[in-house]
């Protein structure tokens, strides 16, 4: 893997702000399961050791359905779910790829997930949130 280098990001109202190390270049996932498709959410699994919140914990809200063991966390204020635990890598941490402050400079590859057939394919992501 190529050197790693921090990236920072938030919600839109800026109330929430972490910061996420990434290499050169990486995967994004996009995702057709019902939460993702409907919030056009496109993320980037990393081990939860590359995320770290810099402020805002007081301010998220969590949604969760279905099994329960994905953790939703949106900003109280705006709305945005710039990061969450994901079912897939529930050791790991999902940052949503245009939450990043400067997510249109970064080289990345776009993976279309099937998750409206989770169950098939979650395998495929288990090796995300691995360092």
Same mark, same amino acid.
């Given at each position: ?52 919140? +810099?402020?805002?914990?007081? $301010? ?9 063991? @994905?953790?939703? !966390?949106?900003? =109280? ?28 400079? +970064?080289?990345?590859?776009? $993976? ?9 394919? @979650?395998?495929? !992501?288990?090796? =995300?949130?691995?360092?």
């Amino acid at each position: 893997m190529s050197e790693l280098k921090t990236h920072s990001g938030g919600c839109h109202c800026g109330a929430v702000r972490w910061e996420v190390d990434l290499p050169d270049a990486f995967e994004v996932e996009d995702c057709n399961c019902s939460i993702c498709a409907m919030s056009g959410n496109i993320h980037i699994i990393v081990p939860s050791s590359r995320f770290r919140l +810099l402020q805002g914990n007081d $301010n998220l809200a969590e949604y969760t359905f279905n099994t329960g063991a @994905a953790k939703h !966390l949106f900003c =109280k204020t705006c709305g945005v779910k710039s990061f969450y635990i994901p079912r897939s890598n529930p050791d790991g941490v999902a940052v949503t790829w245009r939450c990043i402050d400067d997510w249109q400079d +970064l080289n990345a590859t776009v $993976n279309r997930f099937d998750g409206q057939n989770w169950e098939q394919h @979650a395998h495929t !992501l288990a090796h =995300k949130s691995k360092a």
